[in-house]
T-cell receptor, first 113, second 115 residues
Framework: DADVTQTPRNRITKTGKRIMLECSQT?????MYWYRQDPGLGLRLIYY???????NKGEISDGYSVSRQAQAKFSLSLESAIPNQTALYFC????????????FGPGTRLTVL | GNSVTQMEGPVTLSEEAFLTINCTYT??????LFWYVQYPGEGLQLLLK?????DKGSNKGFEATYRKETTSFHLEKGSVQVSDSAVYFC??????????????FGAGTRLAVHP
């Protein structure tokens, strides 16, 4: 089984809908991250969490919110989706003692019509 | 702030050709440097890393040397295979408040290797 899983893998939705992307990990890592990937822009950090009680905004957090339900689960929500949120979304984890190395999930491809 | 610039793709090579993907960075302090690889339909995987100047990271025949004097971390492989076709991302650490690190990624370079 994969160490970092994301659901759904693909989602098509309409403008204004609320969407939740979920991430689960079995690596036992404290630190979790949400990134967005757009062609030609690399990956940009949306939110990160260093433990269950710690949530921090990344460089592009507007229009997104997160919830860290447990050490192993970190969800990303789009309260009212808009077309420019169409992208590939990745969850990642890292170990408390080795924060430089991050482990990525397979990604969720989100399309907002 | 810290940033990464990598060569635009796509890079198209024949099998067994030599590969170089250029990466340069701007950073304060002494960041760690990384190459991640993304195979089609998958998430990113760490390919190699270097944590200080003159370190050489290597894995699966790929190499990159941390060059502080030229602020570069170019990825090389002597003989590419079709299975190396993927998108390659250069990245570095950037310090967050509280002393924690995050990763800053380049835009990615797509490599296509043909038989």
């Amino acid at each position: 089984d994969a160490d970092v899983t994301q659901t759904p893998r693909n989602r098509i939705t309409k403008t204004g809908k609320r969407i939740m992307l979920e991430c689960s990990q079995t690596k036992g890592h404290d630190r979790m991250y949400w990134y967005r990937q757009d062609p030609g822009l690399g990956l940009r950090l949306i939110y990160y969490s260093f433990d269950v009680k710690d949530i921090n905004k990344g460089e592009i957090s507007d229009g997104y919110s997160v919830s860290r339900q447990a050490q192993a689960k970190f969800s990303l929500s789009l309260e009212s989706a808009i077309p420019n949120q169409t992208a590939l979304y990745f969850c990642a984890t890292s170990d408390l003692g080795r924060t430089d190395t991050q482990y990525f999930g397979p990604g969720t491809r989100l399309t907002v019509l | 702030g810290n940033s990464v610039t990598q060569m635009e793709g796509p890079v198209t090579l024949s099998e067994e050709a030599f590969l170089t993907i250029n990466c340069t960075y701007t950073a304060t302090g002494y960041p760690s440097l990384f190459w991640y690889v993304q195979y089609p339909g998958e998430g990113l995987q760490l390919l190699l890393k270097a944590t200080k100047a003159d370190d050489k990271g290597s894995n699966k025949g790929f190499e990159a040397t941390y060059r502080k004097e030229t602020t570069s971390f170019h990825l090389e492989k002597g003989s590419v295979q079709v299975s190396d076709s993927a998108v390659y991302f250069c990245a570095l650490t950037d310090t967050l408040s509280g002393g924690y690190n995050k990763l800053i990624f380049g835009a990615g370079t797509r490599l296509a290797v043909h038989p």
